[in-house]
T-cell receptor, first 108, second 114 residues
Framework: GDKVKQSPSALSLQEGTNSALRCNFS?????VQWFLQNPRGSLINLFY???GTKENGRLKSAFDSKESYSTLHIRDAQLEDSGTYFC??????????FGDGTQLVVKP | EAAVTQSPRSKVAVTGGKVTLSCHQT?????MYWYRQDTGHGLRLIHY???????EKGDIPDGYKASRPSQENFSLILELASLSQTAVYFC?????????????FGEGSKLTVL
């Protein structure tokens, strides 16, 4: 989407390595959500954030509303982490805007 | 665990035909949404609802209608399906935090219009 830019668009990782995905916003975002779309097509909630950070297992996400970006860090990547990661931001216009996703492939 | 179920999961329709996609949630959430996903892209909002018997237009409502007969059920209706409406459609629900609450998605409905 033009309001939410995700980078990189695609990424290949070796199992056990770390990486970071990023979303930049051209709106004044107030909340951010991260989802994983698995190879079956299901959308899985990862994080719902107001400005700050959250951590869940090997995943950690940060949202900086002043600098208009959010990151998703993956530590010790596993094969089951493969899929497409989407971020979605909402702002004062009461809409949620999705990015176009980062396709992640974790290789053994 | 949030539960949003969609039916059918897959459908082939003919151009000009009528298509109804159904969504049922057991989360007791006020808000329900219909999103469209095109290959290689994120999701775009078609219609949403925050109370039974009322629906609101999203960002791409043209060619679609919505119906919310109860808190649990939300349908998306394509009166005259067109080739350009071939996509995967996702229903979602969220708690009463406004349109920007945390989304819980169904499994998606793949629609192919021939």
């Amino acid at each position: 989407g033009d309001k939410v830019k995700q980078s990189p668009s695609a990424l290949s990782l070796q199992e056990g390595t770390n990486s970071a995905l990023r979303c930049n916003f051209s709106i004044a975002a107030t909340t951010v959500q991260w989802f994983l779309q698995n190879p079956r097509g299901s959308l899985i909630n990862l994080f719902y954030l107001v400005p700050g950070t959250k951590e869940n297992g090997r995943l950690k996400s940060a949202f900086d509303s002043k600098e208009s970006y959010s990151t998703l860090h993956i530590r010790d990547a596993q094969l089951e982490d493969s899929g497409t990661y989407f971020c979605a931001a909402s702002g004062s216009n009461n809409r949620i805007f999705f990015g176009d996703g980062t396709q992640l492939v974790v290789k053994p | 665990e949030a539960a949003v179920t969609q039916s059918p999961r897959s459908k082939v329709a003919v151009t000009g035909g009528k298509v109804t996609l159904s969504c049922h949630q057991t989360n007791n959430h006020d808000y329900m949404y219909w999103y469209r996903q095109d290959t290689g892209h994120g999701l775009r909002l078609i219609h949403y609802s925050y109370v039974a018997d009322s629906t609101e237009k999203g960002d791409i409502p043209d060619g679609y209608k919505a119906s919310r007969p109860s808190q649990e059920n939300f349908s998306l209706i394509l009166e005259l399906a067109s080739l350009s409406q071939t996509a995967v459609y996702f229903c979602a629900s969220s708690p009463g935090l406004g349109v920007t609450g945390q989304l819980y998605f169904g499994e998606g409905s793949k629609l192919t219009v021939l």
